[in-house]
């Protein structure tokens, strides 16, 4: 009966550190896509403002990073 027990309580325990293992593995992964994310939407903003300038679609392309295509959609 204590060897049940404690068989028990020591999956538990496991599982409850895997589970918060997940939990934080995946808030960071999350994190690091979102700040993908906003980093790219922010030069998308930036390219956006600059073609509004009148500034070539080359130069912005050298300014943002981004490709000759992406700039072209915008």
Do not use: C, P, Y
């Amino acid at each position: 009966m204590l060897v049940n027990t404690l068989e028990r309580d020591a999956r538990n325990d496991g599982w409850k550190a895997g589970v918060a293992h997940g939990l934080a593995e995946g808030k960071s992964l999350g994190l690091a896509e979102g700040e993908v994310r906003g980093s790219r939407q922010a030069k998308v903003e930036t390219a956006k403002n600059l073609l509004q300038f009148g500034l070539s679609i080359e130069n912005i392309v050298q300014a943002t990073g981004l490709s000759k295509a992406e700039v072209e959609a915008l």
